[in-house]
């Protein structure tokens, strides 16, 4: 048996899209909203199954991760997230890589020697890495407004990620996965299912206006602090207004708030463009995770708000 573990954002699913275009079985999946990432817990194997994990951090499902090798089962781990000591197993391939401008899409990318680029660009534009996108997408021969759709495309597909629970979002991301499998391009899936397209580009524009009427809460020189409403639309948002500001404002980091289902908060936090360092460990303070240049918080308590805020002012001088 195939069982499929990735992230449910742009990343997570642009990097299933192309192993699978490489490598087509059929698979279970398992994933979930954005910030639903101990997905090896969920996971049942038997001896000699194969489980492909995408852009899910490995020091989250170490645990679950050592069960299932001791089990028999083959595990193929790729990811960008901290990982702290890779465990080495006679049954586990890695290919992890946590430099700053790197993703799972683009590691998928180099794996199977650029045969879907389109796919990789588009899960870099997601994970709002402009530049790498870009000077992949050299490769690809698209053309600026083509380019453009794949941006569009892959900032959206990782927008629809983000939520507390599926019922947030538009598409759960196993579903969105299934809508755009076997498209071997970006642009194919625009043009055969421009109704979900539209759908997405919607409700993007929607929310990031709704977030645009948000005034910060802290702000410094190189820092500001969101606290957003107790909205669906919040939650679908926090992602990727983080990114949006953070392109505006590149040598500022930000952090955005807003309130999840266990009665505290959940944060993103993103650094500076300008230095891409410092998420993945301030978020690690508050039992959270994630990468240098993009990290966040599952659950903190509305007591250690002000404790939360200190700390990232001070990572961020």
Known sequence: MNIDVFNGDADGICALLQLRLAFPVESTLITGVKRDIELLTRVSAQPDDQVVVLDVSLDKNRSALSELLNQGVRVFYMDHHYAGEIPVHPGLTTHINTEANICTSLLMNAHLGQRFTAWAVAGAFGDNLDDAALLVSQ?????????????????????????????????SPDALYRQMAGYASPLDFIADKAEIYRQLLDGYAGDMNLAEKVNAEYQTDTTAVFILPDEKWARRVSGVWGNELCNRYPDRAHAIISNNQQGGYQVSVRAPLSKKIGADGLCATFFGGGRKAAAGVNHLPYEQLNNFVAAFQAQYP
């Open 139 to 171: 490769s690809s021969n698209l053309t600026a407004r083509e380019l453009l759709k794949v941006k569009q495309l892959g900032i959206c597909i990782n927008y629809n990620a983000y939520g507390s629970c599926v019922d947030d979002l538009y598409f």
